[in-house]
């Protein structure tokens, strides 16, 4: 089953991360058929331009709240503000092959990944389908989706 995000949380996310000079990022919250929430936290990384590093405050919060009966941490998002939404060969080198889901956001485009042993992006990521709710209305097999800035319209990128 693909994993199912809410347009409106895909666009605030887009939007965050176009309007950031530095690498955005947050956790994905849910459940293995729903991104519930994508919850923004600190990049605390040393340099935040180039890398990014989830808050382990927020990533203990969470762990905490997931153990009360909230939500599951599924993985997490970050950008690349001059990049792809394509896995870096230092995302390579930072992923452990523990099957989380990687959201990634460059020039406007959400791209989803899991980090796999062997996968086919750098031996360590592999591309994820996934389902967008729009109102009513669910687009599946997505491989990618583009906001366009001006009028936040989406459009969805399929094989």
Same mark, same amino acid.
């Given at each position: 089953?693909?994993?199912e995000?809410s347009?409106?949380?895909?666009c ?6 176009e309007a950031?000079?530095?690498?955005i ?7 293995a058929?729903?991104?519930?929430a994508?919850t923004?936290?600190r990049?605390?990384a ?12 927020a ?5 905490r ?8 941490i599924l993985?997490h998002y970050?950008?690349?503000?001059r990049g ?8 390579a080198a ?5 099957? =989380? +889901? !990687?959201?990634i &956001?460059g020039? $406007?485009?959400? =791209? +989803? !990944?899991?980090? &796999?042993a062997q $996968?086919?992006?750098?031996g ?5 389908r996934?389902?967008v ?7 599946k ?19």
């Amino acid at each position: 089953m693909e994993p199912e995000f809410s347009s409106e949380a895909l666009c605030a996310v887009i939007e965050q991360a176009e309007a950031s000079a530095t690498e955005i990022c947050g956790l994905l919250l849910g459940t293995a058929e729903r991104v519930e929430a994508m919850t923004a936290t600190r990049n605390v990384a040393q340099d935040p331009a180039r890398h990014f590093e989830v808050d382990p405050a927020a990533l203990f919060a969470a762990l905490r709240a997931t153990r009360r009966g909230g939500p599951a941490i599924l993985g997490h998002y970050h950008s690349h503000p001059r990049g792809s939404p394509d896995p870096s060969m230092t995302d390579a080198a930072q992923a452990a092959a523990d099957g =989380r +889901l !990687w959201l990634i &956001v460059g020039g $406007g485009t959400a =791209r +989803l !990944w899991r980090a &796999v042993a062997q $996968g086919e992006r750098h031996g360590r990521f592999d591309r994820v389908r996934f389902a967008v709710a729009i109102g009513g209305h669910v687009e599946k097999s997505c491989e990618a989706v583009h906001m366009d800035r001006a009028g936040r319209t989406m459009t969805f990128a399929k094989a």
